[in-house]
């Protein structure tokens, strides 16, 4: 098809010499335009230059960083300060990474990574390639995942309410507890795991039997994404809407420990030796915290666009009112109308908002 679009190109360039005057030739320009534009259309789609939507990091070996991002979809790699495709997913709905949500490493230093377009968790081989990790579609939603020392895996599923547990082997998934609304999770060196939520009890902590107990039991935050927890037991949350990374102490009193720019949208959390990394979409950047909240960038995506101007509101078209005892207009069958439904942006793009109650409540 290259052929077809040098030649239609040249031919249009050529006939830019004659006179475009005679209807003829006007004719045969707009033929050539048209058929260029064909050929261009049939051409193969690069891939995206930047980083552009990243929602979760993680380090991996030899100092290199693995970012999930939406919208390519798919995972850069990220090498002495330059970011390469390692695996780019095709932008058809249920195959592997078309909607990427997490990324992790297990105690093996492979790659893991959870997609809700095939309801699956993949491993990366040495090859690059993903294999299925659990050849189910148990898992219909996985928000995040980490690895326990003993190697093995939890999902959070944000739509089956509940924390999976998976073997290091790899297999069909075994419910290690229930709990409402879950978003990112992370296992402490004890073996307990964590879990921010959007519902009232926002960070609870699982123990071994399954054991489901309350931390913070108000929404403390916004619009909580992702938990770790450091070696000295205390607990850090992403908040996407508060641009802040919060604080939980022993006794569940959460204060704001990084917060405002350049900290947009955070959400991904993972470490990184001591340092904290902290993927942000709307900054289209991955960024590295510092023990004493030193906030530096490790990879930066393409700027995002400028906003539209707005357009100016329209007047109002007044209506004429209903006559006195004239029906009211019903949907078929007396009921209303119901909702649009609420589903994912082009791409995969998790969109889903909140519980209006979340939106700043504390």
């Not at 090859?127 to 659990?134: C, E, I």
């Amino acid at each position: 098809m290259a052929t077809d679009w040098h030649r239609g190109y040249r031919s249009l360039h050529m006939d830019c010499s004659v006179n475009v005057d005679h209807p003829r030739h006007f004719a045969r320009r707009i033929v050539l335009a048209v058929s260029l534009i064909l050929a261009a259309s049939r051409l193969p789609i690069a891939a995206a230059a930047e980083i552009s939507y990243p929602i979760s990091a993680v380090a991996g070996a030899e100092g290199a960083v693995f970012v999930a991002d939406q919208e390519l979809p798919g995972i850069w790699k990220v090498a002495g300060g330059k970011a390469e495709v390692l695996f780019q997913a095709q932008k058809k709905f249920r195959t592997p990474l078309y909607a990427v949500r997490c990324v992790t490493v297990d105690s093996a230093g492979n790659l893991l990574a959870g997609d809700a377009a095939t309801m699956e968790l993949y491993r990366f081989g040495t090859d690059g390639k993903p294999a299925p990790l659990t050849g189910t579609n148990v898992i219909r939603q996985p928000i995040d995942i980490a690895v326990a020392k003993s190697g093995e895996v939890y999902a959070s599923d944000l739509e089956n309410n509940t924390i999976w547990r998976i073997s290091a082997a790899g297999g069909k998934p075994e419910k290690f507890a229930e709990v409402t609304a879950p978003r990112g999770l992370t296992v402490a060196e004890d073996g307990t795991v964590w879990v921010v939520t959007l519902r009232e009890n926002a960070l609870v902590r699982i123990g071994p039997d399954g054991t489901v107990t309350p931390v913070v039991k108000t929404r403390a935050f916004e619009f909580p994404n992702d938990v770790l927890v450091d070696g000295s037991g205390a607990i850090y949350v992403s908040d996407g809407y508060a641009s802040t990374i919060w604080k939980v102490n022993s006794a569940g009193e959460a204060s704001k420990w990084v917060t405002g720019k350049p900290l947009s949208l955070p959400r991904g959390m993972s470490w990184s030796g001591t340092a904290m990394l902290v993927a942000d979409p709307r900054a289209r950047s991955v960024f590295q915290i510092s023990p004493d909240g030193e906030v530096t960038t490790v990879v930066a995506g393409a700027a995002p666009p400028p906003p539209t101007p707005s357009q100016p509101p329209k007047a109002a078209t007044p209506t004429a009112k209903p006559s006195a005892g004239a029906p009211k207009a019903t949907a078929p069958s007396g009921r209303s109308p119901a909702p649009a439904p609420r589903g994912s942006a082009p791409g995969g793009r998790d969109t889903t908002p909140p519980p209006r109650s979340n939106r700043g409540g504390k």
